[in-house]
């Protein structure tokens, strides 16, 4: 499977993941001048941006290790855009959804914190 694809498939389970985990997807793909985020949720009232990564195997490392302090800055200024824009003063909070895809046992995910 090709990278944009396992990306796409990735995000796509991914959704439905956080969905089964009570997140309430608010958006996806979420695009601004400083970057995109995969997803933007709701839970336990607060805001949640997620970045997905999804890897196929842990041979060139885990998929949250290609999450560096240059995607942090740019998920941060991306996150600020969206509050002002849709006016919201609630908590936030920065997550990684970690998605390895096995062609035997299927996916398996790990939600990991951003500590900022």
Do not use: W
């Amino acid at each position: 499977m090709d990278r944009l694809k396992l990306g796409s498939n990735g995000e796509q389970k991914g959704t439905d993941f956080l969905r089964r985990k009570g997140y309430k997807i608010l958006h996806r793909n979420f695009r601004t001048r400083s970057g995109e985020i995969d997803i933007i949720a709701e839970k336990n009232r607060e805001i949640v941006f997620i970045e997905v990564k999804t890897r196929s195997s842990v041979n060139c490392g885990y998929p949250e290790e290609a999450v560096n302090r240059r995607k942090i800055n740019h998920l941060l200024k991306a996150s600020g855009y969206y509050l002002m824009k849709y006016n919201k003063d609630v908590p936030c909070r920065f997550e990684i959804l970690s998605i390895l895809a096995d062609s035997k046992n299927g996916y398996s995910f790990d939600i990991i914190p951003i500590e900022m």
